[in-house]
């Protein structure tokens, strides 16, 4: 019964609040429609907020938006990371980067039928980096995936942290918890839609992102 309720999805229009508390701590949130013609509504949230929640659905790499079937779903995905990211209006908010549907990328992955390098080239020479957290028994070629997704996530983040890019830039620099400009950092996190542990992780890093703000505050950071 609760794992039917985590799974069910309604598709957002509009703009939802939401009020909850963690350990004595008063969370506020808003959850918007990431669809084209709901993106317009978003800049009234944008006022005082501590950070931006971006869920990108990585199984969606062989999918087409609903909207426009001549686009990428992912693609469309990194391209809106991106302009959120570099928003002149947002460049001192941080951003909690969830990367969902881990689990359907794995099957995805490992069925084999719809390869990611058939959508994104540039996977055909990635390899997966040596920090990498790996999970007893987990498919190295989905490893690997999940590795380069989030990498190309964060590519325009590391770009503006790595300037110049050095040689080999592609494979040698990662995108770790809470890498950033110094102005506005980037959380991420590998998550499924039913893994109840993503409220513990907001919390966590909002807590580090306020943290921050006091000590840029006070010229400490």
């Known amino acids: 019964m609760f794992q039917d309720i985590l799974r069910c999805r309604v598709l ?16 506020h949130m808003f959850d918007v ?3 084209r013609d709901e993106r317009r509504k978003w800049i009234q949230c944008f006022n005082d907020v501590t950070a931006i929640i971006f869920v990108t659905a990585c199984s969606s790499y062989n999918m087409v938006l609903r909207e426009d079937p001549t686009q ?16 002149r209006w947002l460049r001192t908010i941080s951003v909690i980067l969830f990367l969902n549907k881990q689990d359907l ?9 719809s390869r990611l390098e058939e959508y994104f080239a540039d996977f055909t020479r ?7 957290q790996v999970e007893s028994g987990e498919d190295p070629e989905v490893i690997r995936a999940k590795y380069f997704i989030r990498y190309e996530m964060s590519f325009y983040i590391l770009l503006s942290f790595y300037w110049p890019p050095k040689q080999n830039f592609l494979q040698k620099q990662r995108i770790s918890t809470a890498s950033g400009d110094g102005k506005h950092y980037c959380y991420p996190h590998f998550t499924c839609a ?5 409220i513990r992780r907001v919390f966590n890093d909002c807590r580090d992102i306020i943290q921050r703000m006091h000590l840029r505050q006070y010229e400490l950071l």
């Open 72 to 87: 990428n779903r992912l693609r469309e995905s990194l391209d809106l990371f991106r302009s959120i990211w570099n928003n």
């Open 33 to 35: 429609g990431g669809q």
């Open 126 to 132: 990635y390899t997966t980096p040596v920090d990498a």
């Open 194 to 198: 039913v893994d109840t542990e993503n």
């Open 12 to 27: 957002t229009s509009g703009i939802f609040e939401t009020r909850f508390q963690v350990e004595k701590v008063n969370f």
């Open 105 to 113: 990328l794995a099957e995805k992955i490992k069925a084999g039928k």
